[in-house]
């Protein structure tokens, strides 16, 4: 997928692993629409990269305020491109030490932004593709989205984020499936244990504690590092259908 030309959206692009990414795109030649709720951080960011980049704050569970987001993006370039990685967090145990059970709305709440979000950016971002002239190959555009290695490898109290993540990965093949014919490819970043705002949160002595877990290298992952995988992911037209974890052979321990 040729970037230089095209547009793109990517949620959560305002910080973290989605402004990583709005970077790079942007160097690469994109036109690209930064989706998130948080217009300060949003429209500093489109103002510093200037004309290639827009900010539309947008929620990702609202359908009006992403097709809006698509649509801004469609009438910059063709929209081939779309990087999900808005997302939330979230701890607690299915039951706690004093017998009280998960919260539900917290649950339903996780689950509606990271996979309902996810699917609706990714639903709305397929259907202007696939209205696209073909490129090589007959491809008309990429989508991809993010996880994590709790999918896999989910940590006491990630109940709620863990089923949202492996609810992402469960997407990747058969929407993969269901846009071939349009010529539209799907693929999953899952990150590992990355230095981004949320885990900027943590004391420094923390910070090391994790990077120390991860076999090698024995770092936080960056932004950039996702960032990178993305643009190979758009650059090379052979991957699809497929979950990609990004983590420096970590695997997560149960607590």
Not at 52 to 62: E, L, M
Not at 160 to 165: E, F, G, L, Q, R
Not at 192 to 208: H, I, K, S
Not at 215 to 242: C, I, S, T, W
Request: charged share 20%; hydrophobic share 45%.
């Amino acid at each position: 997928m040729r970037i230089e030309g095209a547009s793109a959206v990517v949620t959560g692009g305002a910080s973290g692993l989605g402004e990583a990414t709005v970077r790079r795109l942007v160097a690469a030649g994109a036109q690209v629409v930064i989706l998130d709720r948080d217009d300060k951080r949003g429209e500093a960011l489109a103002k510093e990269l200037g004309a290639a980049a827009r900010f539309a704050k947008t929620d990702v569970t609202s359908e009006a305020e992403v097709q809006a987001a698509v649509q801004l993006a469609q009438s910059l370039a063709p929209l081939r491109i779309s990087v999900s990685c808005a997302g939330v967090g979230w701890a607690q145990r299915t039951v706690n030490k004093e017998g009280l059970p998960h919260d539900f709305e917290v649950f339903k709440t996780v689950i509606n932004i990271n996979l309902v979000g996810t699917f609706n950016v990714l639903r709305l971002a397929a259907a202007t593709m696939a209205k696209n002239p073909p490129l090589t190959d007959g491809e008309r555009g990429v989508i991809i989205n993010t996880a994590s290695v709790a999918a896999y490898d989910g940590q006491i109290g990630q109940a709620a984020y863990a089923a949202s993540k492996a609810g992402v990965v469960g997407l990747t093949l058969p929407v993969a499936r269901d846009l071939s014919k349009a010529g539209i490819r799907v693929l999953t970043i899952a990150p590992g244990t990355f230095d981004t705002p949320m885990l900027a949160l943590l004391p420094e002595e923390a910070r090391q504690a994790l990077a120390a877990g991860i076999p090698f290298p024995a770092r936080l992952g960056q932004p950039d590092d996702f960032a990178k995988l993305a643009l190979h992911m758009v650059d090379n037209g052979y991957l699809n259908g497929e979950t990609v974890r990004l983590d420096g052979a970590l695997r997560m321990p149960p607590k």
